[in-house]
Protein backbone atom coordinates (compact mmCIF):
# COMPACT_ATOMS: atom_id res chain seq x y z
CA UNK A 1 0.00 0.00 0.00
CA UNK A 2 1.49 3.30 -0.69
CA UNK A 3 0.08 6.34 0.68
CA UNK A 4 -0.95 9.04 -1.42
CA UNK A 5 -0.31 12.96 -0.93
CA UNK A 6 -3.74 13.16 0.78
CA UNK A 7 -3.50 10.85 2.96
CA UNK A 8 0.39 12.05 4.15
CA UNK A 9 -1.01 15.40 4.31
CA UNK A 10 -3.68 14.42 6.72
CA UNK A 11 -1.74 12.40 9.06
CA UNK A 12 1.25 14.93 9.24
CA UNK A 13 -1.48 17.48 10.14
CA UNK A 14 -3.19 15.69 12.71
CA UNK A 15 0.38 14.55 14.55
CA UNK A 16 1.49 18.34 14.37
CA UNK A 17 -2.08 19.11 16.20
CA UNK A 18 -1.47 16.06 18.56
CA UNK A 19 1.58 18.07 19.71
CA UNK A 20 -0.66 21.53 21.08
CA UNK A 21 -0.86 21.75 24.57
CA UNK A 22 -4.16 20.38 26.15
CA UNK A 23 -4.80 20.01 22.29
CA UNK A 24 -5.50 23.62 21.67
CA UNK A 25 -6.54 25.17 18.32
CA UNK A 26 -3.42 26.06 15.61
CA UNK A 27 -4.09 27.97 12.08
CA UNK A 28 -4.18 26.29 9.03
CA UNK A 29 -1.17 28.82 8.03
CA UNK A 30 0.82 27.44 11.66
CA UNK A 31 0.64 23.58 10.65
CA UNK A 32 1.48 24.19 7.03
CA UNK A 33 3.99 26.35 7.67
CA UNK A 34 6.05 23.70 10.11
CA UNK A 35 4.78 20.87 8.40
CA UNK A 36 5.88 21.91 5.01
CA UNK A 37 2.25 21.39 3.70
CA UNK A 38 0.57 23.90 1.26
CA UNK A 39 -2.24 25.68 2.76
CA UNK A 40 -5.05 25.59 0.82
CA UNK A 41 -4.92 22.12 0.09
CA UNK A 42 -4.48 21.42 4.20
CA UNK A 43 -7.38 23.70 4.94
CA UNK A 44 -9.36 21.48 1.99
CA UNK A 45 -8.24 18.44 4.13
CA UNK A 46 -9.04 19.78 7.42
CA UNK A 47 -12.74 20.27 6.50
CA UNK A 48 -13.19 17.26 5.07
CA UNK A 49 -11.54 15.93 8.64
CA UNK A 50 -14.08 17.98 10.24
CA UNK A 51 -16.87 16.62 8.90
CA UNK A 52 -16.10 13.53 10.12
CA UNK A 53 -15.34 14.39 13.43
CA UNK A 54 -11.76 14.22 13.92
CA UNK A 55 -10.99 17.97 14.75
CA UNK A 56 -13.30 20.84 15.49
CA UNK A 57 -12.99 24.16 13.77
CA UNK A 58 -12.69 27.60 16.31
CA UNK A 59 -13.64 31.10 15.56
CA UNK A 60 -12.03 34.02 16.05
CA UNK A 61 -8.38 35.57 16.83
CA UNK A 62 -6.98 32.68 18.70
CA UNK A 63 -8.93 30.25 16.57
CA UNK A 64 -7.94 27.81 14.24
CA UNK A 65 -8.35 23.54 13.98
CA UNK A 66 -8.08 21.44 17.20
CA UNK A 67 -8.54 17.21 17.70
CA UNK A 68 -12.02 16.75 18.52
CA UNK A 69 -10.97 13.70 20.73
CA UNK A 70 -7.74 12.58 21.92
CA UNK A 71 -4.79 10.96 20.23
CA UNK A 72 -5.45 7.70 21.64
CA UNK A 73 -9.26 7.63 20.04
CA UNK A 74 -7.76 8.26 16.58
CA UNK A 75 -6.77 5.79 14.49
CA UNK A 76 -4.82 6.15 11.08
CA UNK A 77 -7.98 4.14 9.13
CA UNK A 78 -10.44 6.53 10.78
CA UNK A 79 -8.11 9.84 9.06
CA UNK A 80 -7.67 7.91 5.98
CA UNK A 81 -11.59 7.01 5.29
CA UNK A 82 -12.50 11.00 6.05
CA UNK A 83 -9.80 12.44 3.59
CA UNK A 84 -11.44 9.46 0.61
CA UNK A 85 -8.35 7.22 0.76
CA UNK A 86 -9.03 3.96 0.12
CA UNK A 87 -7.31 0.56 0.78
CA UNK A 88 -9.31 -1.68 -2.03
CA UNK A 89 -6.69 -4.17 -3.20
CA UNK A 90 -8.11 -5.44 -6.56
CA UNK A 91 -10.75 -2.83 -7.19
CA UNK A 92 -13.90 -4.29 -9.11
CA UNK A 93 -11.97 -7.53 -9.66
CA UNK A 94 -13.86 -10.53 -9.87
CA UNK A 95 -12.18 -13.66 -10.57
CA UNK A 96 -12.69 -16.16 -13.55
CA UNK A 97 -14.76 -18.79 -12.10
CA UNK A 98 -13.34 -21.59 -14.52
CA UNK A 99 -9.84 -20.46 -13.22
CA UNK A 100 -8.77 -22.24 -10.13
CA UNK A 101 -5.91 -19.53 -9.67
CA UNK A 102 -7.59 -16.77 -9.96
CA UNK A 103 -9.78 -17.54 -6.96
CA UNK A 104 -6.38 -18.23 -4.83
CA UNK A 105 -5.16 -14.95 -5.90
CA UNK A 106 -8.40 -13.18 -4.90
CA UNK A 107 -8.76 -14.92 -2.10
CA UNK A 108 -5.34 -14.55 -0.79
CA UNK A 109 -5.48 -10.22 -1.92
CA UNK A 110 -8.44 -10.19 0.47
CA UNK A 111 -7.20 -11.81 3.55
CA UNK A 112 -4.17 -9.62 2.94
CA UNK A 113 -6.80 -6.54 2.24
CA UNK A 114 -8.33 -7.01 5.46
CA UNK A 115 -5.23 -7.69 7.63
CA UNK A 116 -4.18 -3.80 6.52
CA UNK A 117 -7.41 -2.55 7.34
CA UNK A 118 -7.09 -4.47 10.76
CA UNK A 119 -3.89 -3.05 11.19
CA UNK A 120 -4.60 0.53 9.94
CA UNK A 121 -7.61 0.77 12.58
CA UNK A 122 -5.57 -0.30 14.94
CA UNK A 123 -2.75 1.96 15.08
CA UNK A 124 -3.85 5.34 16.48
CA UNK A 125 -2.52 8.66 16.45
CA UNK A 126 -0.78 8.60 19.81
CA UNK A 127 0.96 5.78 18.74
CA UNK A 128 2.23 7.84 15.70
CA UNK A 129 3.36 10.47 17.97
CA UNK A 130 5.54 7.67 20.10
CA UNK A 131 7.11 6.47 17.20
CA UNK A 132 8.28 9.18 15.73
CA UNK A 133 9.10 10.51 18.90
CA UNK A 134 10.89 7.47 19.64
CA UNK A 135 12.97 7.94 16.46
CA UNK A 136 13.75 11.56 17.10
CA UNK A 137 15.07 10.69 20.31
CA UNK A 138 17.35 7.55 18.83
CA UNK A 139 18.60 10.49 16.55
CA UNK A 140 19.20 12.88 19.19
CA UNK A 141 16.75 15.20 17.59
CA UNK A 142 14.74 17.40 20.39
CA UNK A 143 13.22 20.21 18.49
CA UNK A 144 11.12 20.27 15.12
CA UNK A 145 8.45 17.87 14.54
CA UNK A 146 8.03 17.50 10.62
CA UNK A 147 6.66 14.00 9.66
Not at 77 to 83: F, N, P, R, T, Y
Not at 95 to 123: G, M
Amino acid sequence: MKLTRRGHYSVKALLDLSLRPGYGPESVSAIATRQDLPAPYLEKLLIEMRRAGLVESIRGSKGGYQLARSPAQISLGQILEAVGETIEPLGRHHPDPDRVEDWVTFSLWNRLHQKLKEALYSITLEDLYYDTRSWQAAQGEESSFVV
